[in-house]
């Protein structure tokens, strides 16, 4: 849960061509631009801005009509798709829908919850099946507890038990460097670091390249 949202989904007992990885949408993204534009500040400091406002559904079910989320996987978001110009419009409609501030900000939280439920229940729950799943949160939109109430009611009742990575670990702000780190080990030893079933790469490949100088 950074800017974008996206998950990677491990089935038991899975080899590589049985992972499945790809971008949900938006994260942080959309509700960051909101809180600038209308409160001045860099974000939404543990959801408390959103949890005073209400779900502007006729907003909200505007904007999962969005192509991306309706795309298949492999795919990934990013500005181009939610970023400022996105923010703008959302704002547009949640003042036609005569939201407050607040308003805005939470169904721009809703929209992050509901399109990750989408996404999962579209494209992961059927490799899963009655299976029960870890859910494990990393990234600054772990600490949103708006957020985090937002997807329990969602991902709960689909059989998700929701922890953060702190649990298993790993502080929610380093997953990120620690993955970066590991894809640097990866092409320091000459070993793929891609997975084409994520990225729909034909075939693993080494990625980057390391200049001496």
């Given at each position: 849960?950074?800017?974008?949202?996206n998950?990677?989904?491990?089935?038991?007992?899975?080899d590589?061509?049985?992972?499945?990885?790809?971008?949900?949408g938006?994260?942080?993204?959309?509700?960051?631009a909101?809180?600038?534009?209308?409160?001045?500040?860099r974000?939404?400091?543990?959801?408390?801005?959103?949890a005073r406002g209400?779900?502007?559904?006729s907003?909200?079910?505007?904007?999962?009509?969005?192509?991306f989320?309706?795309?298949?996987?492999?795919?990934?978001?990013?500005?181009?798709?939610?970023?400022?110009d996105?923010?703008?419009?959302?704002?547009?409609?949640c003042?036609k829908?005569?939201g407050?501030?607040e308003?805005?900000?939470a169904?721009?939280t809703a929209?992050?919850?509901?399109?990750?439920?989408h996404?999962?229940?579209?494209?992961?729950?059927?490799?899963?099946?009655?299976?029960?799943?870890?859910?494990?949160?990393?990234?600054?939109?772990?600490?949103?507890?708006?957020?985090l109430?937002?997807l329990?009611?969602?991902?709960?009742?689909?059989?998700?038990?929701?922890?953060?990575?702190d649990?298993?670990?790993?502080?929610?702000?380093?997953?990120?460097?620690i993955?970066?780190?590991?894809l640097?080990?990866?092409?320091?030893?000459?070993?793929?670091?891609?997975?084409?079933?994520?990225?729909?790469?034909?075939?693993p490949?080494?990625?980057?390249?390391?200049?001496?100088?």
């Open positions: 849960l950074g800017g974008i949202a998950l990677t989904a491990i089935p038991a007992a899975a590589f061509v049985d992972i499945l990885a790809f971008d949900t938006p994260a942080n993204m959309v509700i960051d909101l809180m600038q534009t209308l409160f001045d500040r974000y939404d400091r543990n959801g408390l801005v959103a209400r779900i502007l559904d907003v909200l079910r505007t904007n999962m009509k969005h192509p989320f309706r795309a298949a996987p492999p795919k990934s978001a990013g500005r181009e798709e939610f970023g400022r996105f923010a703008a419009r959302f704002l547009a409609e003042r829908a005569k407050k501030a308003d805005a900000v169904t721009a929209l992050t919850a509901e399109s990750i439920s996404a999962y229940r579209r494209f992961v729950a059927p490799r899963f099946g009655a299976a029960p799943v870890d859910y494990i949160l990393s990234g600054g939109g772990a600490k949103n507890r708006t957020l109430t937002m329990e009611a969602r991902l709960t009742p689909l059989g998700c038990t929701l922890t953060s990575s649990a298993s670990g790993i502080r929610v702000e380093a997953k990120e460097a993955a970066f780190a590991l640097a080990y990866q092409t320091m030893h000459h070993l793929p670091g891609n997975l084409p079933s994520a990225t729909g790469a034909s075939r490949a080494i990625l980057g390249r390391i200049t001496y100088v």
